[in-house]
């Protein structure tokens, strides 16, 4: 099969060359009635931009439509049939119909018809559907029966009226809808005379119907026809969504009493209606609705007043602030939570205190954070920055927390100095939040006052956020030599051992010759602190440039801990380096190896040097496998090796040729 498509393809682009006949689309016709689900979909897709060419070429797409036509035909696969029809449907004549007429006497293939012919724009098409509906039965009746609704075929109505008393539910459900969507005067009192039968097995659908009329009507201009069918859809005997939709089509359609229905239903008994007349508020042009309606919140019942919350949040007035923001500490959490986030969407600066005084008391996680997002929401820029600032200290260590979190979020830099200050706090979380604040929100400037808060805090447990927030300050300097000029500068002013041990592990961020120095000096401070917390930095140094000041470490250890952070680090920096290997990397390992103590040690070096694609390196790894101890180790890294010098061979062999 594949084969003859090939074949076929090749003729049609030979074809392609010449002036367009209609034996130039033979072969493609072939090739395209033959396709399957699976094939290729060459065929199809050639005749799709055809199609696009002969937009401005009325000859070429009569030929592809009259080639549409053959691939109707019985012989061809259902799936071609249904590519002609999707593609009929946007060039079709009447000169398709005959064709498709067919198709609508067959079950299998009245569907993609109606896909062709629900959007014909010839008034023949009515007539073929009403033809081929005499005598279809099954789903090839009903699906012509929902074209000729789409059609809005008002000479199908008299058919239609019959069917939708036909003791089939399906067929008459089917045909009621089909008289909903055609609307004309026969088809109302058709379905007029179905609701007032009120037959339970078909009043959902008669009602659907209904009002599909009357917003065909409201569309026409014909508002009290429409109204008369809505009103008539209110009855208590009506299902609750079609009494909801016929309200809700009512209060569109009012234009000076929208309000008073309104107002009447909150007022009312009528639970089912209540929510579609609080959802209308938002939308009544009215001046003084807002007004009028925020009157009425706490009147209400709480699952109602949220409702009305959200309702007056939508018309965005001053008039409704104050009647929401005294719901933010109403009794019910559902009211309190939608106040909360209406005042978020609504207000500015002015609302920050009443969110703030939410914060106390017993509250839910979910509705802290309700407020949090509220302030974080809030309009106003900075004004409203300096007044979440203005209730930072006065605030508990809970509030604040969630305080510094706001200001970061909002990215309120004129808040740096008042978080700077809380950082000097004895509560740890306050801290934590504060320098975590800090760090999203300072800028380069900033950084001399962050390293002083750090050098001179007190709560060791938050000394990790500050030595990050200060080095996400320090990464917004550019100049390496700056950053290291700024650190050196507090640290000759810092007399106390564990500000200079946080400052001397922001070096590495630095990265630079002048903090390498400065980490070789602190290696020999006379503070047994400082010594180690300098190790601890060089251990992170982002370079190689730290290796000789690590293997002394690691040659003469002051203690056990020290060299095995001074082993790591050489062991992550001569990892860096695997990438390009050469002698003075294999020198590296063998230096790794002379300083090794026992097999944890050799352990962890060969993790790295199986890593290290070059032959020195495997003679390196090979007297180890001996090592009982490291064994697996030593025989998986010199696995890895040989396969990645395996790897390079034929590379190696092919750029040696000429």
Request: aromatic letters at 2%; one cysteine or more; glycine letters at 6%.
């Amino acid at each position: 099969m594949k084969s003859r498509t090939f074949v076929l393809l090749a003729a049609f682009g030979i074809a392609l060359a010449l002036p367009l006949q209609a034996a130039d689309l033979s072969p493609l016709i072939d090739a395209a009635a033959k396709y399957e689900s699976g094939q290729s979909v060459e065929p199809l897709r050639k005749f799709e931009q055809l199609l696009r060419d002969s937009a401005a070429t009325p000859a070429l797409r009569a030929e592809l439509e009259a080639a549409m036509i053959k691939l109707l035909a019985p012989g061809a696969t259902f799936e071609a049939r249904r590519f002609a029809c999707q593609q009929l449907a946007a060039i079709g004549t009447d000169a398709s119909l005959p064709a498709l007429a067919e198709l609508l006497k067959n079950e299998e293939t009245v569907g993609i018809a109606c896909l062709a012919l629900g959007v014909y724009p010839s008034a023949k098409v009515n007539g073929v559907l009403r033809t081929a509906l005499a005598s279809a039965s099954g789903r090839a009746r009903l699906q012509i029966v929902t074209t000729l609704g789409n059609r809005r075929d008002t000479e199908a109505v008299k058919s239609l009226s019959e069917m939708a008393r036909d003791n089939d539910a399906l067929v008459a459900s089917t045909a009621i809808v089909a008289l909903g969507k055609i609307a004309n005067e026969p088809a109302r009192t058709a379905i007029a005379t179905l609701r007032n039968e009120a037959k339970p097995a078909l009043a959902r659908i008669v009602a659907d119907a209904s009002l599909c009329v009357a917003e065909t009507l409201a569309a026409a201009g014909d508002r009290k026809g429409a109204m008369a069918i809505c009103e008539e859809l209110l009855q208590p005997a009506q299902p609750d969504n079609i009494r909801r939709g016929a309200f809700g089509a009512l209060l569109r359609l009012e234009k000076d009493n929208a309000g008073q229905r309104i107002l009447s239903a909150i007022h009312g008994s009528d639970t089912k209606l209540k929510p579609v007349a609080i959802a209308a508020i938002g939308s009544l042009k009215s001046r003084d609705a807002s007004k009028k309606f925020a009157a009425e919140l706490s009147k209400l019942q709480p699952c109602e007043q949220v409702c009305m919350i959200e309702a007056l949040a939508s018309r965005g007035d001053k008039a409704v602030y104050a009647a929401i923001n005294a719901q933010v500490s109403a009794a019910d959490v559902a009211v309190r939570r939608a106040a909360i986030a209406a005042v978020g969407r609504l207000e500015g600066a002015s609302a920050v205190p009443l969110l703030v005084k939410a914060m106390a008391g017993e509250k839910t996680a979910e509705e802290l954070q309700d407020i949090e997002t509220a302030l974080v929401s809030l309009r106003g820029g900075s004004a409203t920055d300096q007044a979440i600032v203005a209730e930072l200290k006065p605030s508990p260590a809970e509030s604040k927390v969630r305080l510094c979190s706001v200001l970061a979020r909002r990215g309120a830099h004129v808040a740096v100095p008042s978080l700077l200050a809380e950082a000097s706090s004895s509560n740890v979380a306050t801290v934590q939040a504060a320098f975590q604040a800090v760090g999203k929100l300072a800028t380069a400037n900033d950084l001399p006052a962050v390293l002083e808060r750090l050098a001179g805090m007190s709560v060791d447990d938050a000394r990790s956020d500050a030595e990050s927030a200060a080095v996400r300050t320090m990464q917004r300097i550019a100049d390496a030599a700056r950053r290291t000029d700024v650190v050196m500068a507090r640290m000759a002013k810092c007399p106390g051992i564990e500000g200079r041990c946080s400052l001397l592990r922001l070096l590495p961020s630095a990265g630079d010759t002048k903090a390498l120095a400065a980490l070789k000096a602190a290696c020999a401070d006379k503070e047994p602190l400082i010594r180690a917390a300098a190790v601890r930095s060089l251990a992170t140094w982002p370079d190689a440039g730290a290796w000789e000041m690590l293997m002394s470490v690691c040659r003469q250890p002051e203690t056990d801990t020290l060299r095995a952070l001074a082993l790591r680090g050489l062991v992550r920096l001569a990892g860096d380096l695997n990438a390009k290997p050469d002698a003075a990397l294999i020198d590296r390992y063998r230096q790794l190896l002379d300083v090794a103590r026992n097999a944890d040690d050799h352990k962890l070096i060969l993790g790295a040097l199986a890593g290290v694609a070059h032959p020195d390196a495997l003679k390196l790894a090979t007297p180890l496998v001996s090592d009982t101890a490291v064994r697996a180790e030593a025989e998986l890294a010199v696995r890895k090796i040989k396969a990645s010098l395996n790897t390079q061979q034929p590379a190696s062999k092919q750029s040696a040729k000429p």
